[in-house]
């Protein structure tokens, strides 16, 4: 889409300068980060955890579901949950960009 001429492109270094827009990149580092390295623990987890402790995995818990099983339904709830929480967090980084859009606009 081409812009008219009263639309310019936005100056990048401005907006970059902002401290709104710093926070906005520490909000989503702070985020991200974390709930990467735990989903990517926790789902190595499984493997590893049934290679190097097979007999804790086996372990029944109800009839014939053993602690393997539970640990793998369990992954599903993990990553619904966390998905939960990133659509939370996506509506304040939602926010804190439009705030900075507004400023910008000004």
């Given at each position: 889409?081409?812009?008219?001429?009263?639309?310019?492109?936005?100056?990048w270094k401005q907006i970059e300068a902002l401290p709104a827009f710093r926070n906005l990149l520490a909000a989503k580092r702070r985020f991200i980060l974390p709930a990467t390295v735990f989903f990517v623990v926790y789902y190595f987890a499984l493997p590893?955890?049934?290679?190097?402790?097979?007999?804790?995995?086996?372990?029944?818990?109800?009839?014939?579901v053993n602690l393997a099983y539970l640990f793998a339904l369990s992954q599903f709830?993990?990553?619904?949950?966390?998905?939960?929480?990133?659509?939370?967090?996506?509506?304040?980084?939602?926010?804190?960009?439009?705030?900075?859009?507004?400023?910008?606009?000004?």
């Open positions: 889409m081409a812009l008219s001429s009263s639309e310019r492109p936005p100056d590893v955890l049934v290679g190097y402790a097979p007999a804790f995995m086996a372990r029944k818990i109800a009839g014939p709830f993990m990553a619904w949950i966390l998905a939960a929480l990133y659509l939370r967090a996506a509506g304040r980084f939602d926010q804190m960009a439009n705030d900075i859009k507004h400023t910008i606009e000004r």
